[in-house]
């Protein structure tokens, strides 16, 4: 999914783990009010999340996210993009930056990308479930924190929504077990599935939002709603001016 030529700088969204980009286009419209710049959808369906099991079988998810990362910069004025990940493509744009050799594939993304935020991303992931916490931990080993900054600038943005409580209400007892599975303490805030300390790397210009959610059915305003996208852009965009 894309929209018109860019005036500067497009944008790409990579969403998340189990995602379609179909659940995006809600975010791309905001997005293209709110910088005047074309934004574009990595073209990603549930099978292509599932089928990536493996360091190896996360080649395709990255193929696709090249190929639209080189469609934008064909449009961009300056030769560079804002990559936008929500969730576990946040976690997979870090590793598209390596200019080194990743498995048969070279994709130094750093070359293309000029400003990557990423959305509630679980950059520090204790599960042992192939999906997240491999591709978490195998990043914590290789590419930790902001490791490519400032030739890319990061920002991580966090949902501050609800407590994780063991003695607490049905809700909060739920996400304590899903931050107690992901950071090892159920005992904090978080987006009502990843913890803030998983949300955060450090090197980053790290925004929590109060009252934000990680995707829509979690209790509050997601990321991508209408109310939630200005206040993140906005601070992004104001530190990169700065």
Known sequence: ?????????????LGGFLS?????????????????ESVHVV????????????PPSWIHLLD???????RAVAVSVTGQVTLVGHSAGG????????????FRRVYGGLERVKLLITLGSPHHNQRRWIHGGMMSRWMD??????????????ATVAGKLVRGD?????????????????????????????????????????????????????????????????RWWHACMEQEEG
């Open 1 to 13: 999914m894309t929209s018109p030529p860019a005036i500067g700088q497009p944008v790409v969204i």
């Open 20 to 36: 379609s980009d179909r659940f995006y286009v809600g975010l791309r419209d905001r997005l293209i009010r709110l910088s005047n």
């Open 43 to 54: 073209p990603l369906r549930r099978y292509d999340w599932v089928a990536a099991a493996t």
């Open 64 to 70: 696709k996210l090249d190929q639209t990362v080189r």
């Open 91 to 102: 976690v997979l744009a870090r590793l598209y930056l390596s200019p080194e050799r990743f």
């Open 141 to 154: 080993r290789h590419y930790p924190g902001a490791y490519f900054a400032p030739k890319v600038r990061y």
């Open 166 to 230: 063991r003695r607490g209400s049905p809700r909060e007892r739920q996400v304590y077990h899903f931050y107690r599975q992901l950071g090892g303490d159920g005992n904090v805030w978080g987006d009502g599935l990843v913890p803030l300390s998983s949300q955060l790397l450090d090197g980053s210009q790290q925004i929590v939002l109060d009252g934000v959610s990680h995707f829509t059915g979690f209790g509050g305003p997601w990321y991508g709603s209408a109310g939630v996208v200005p």
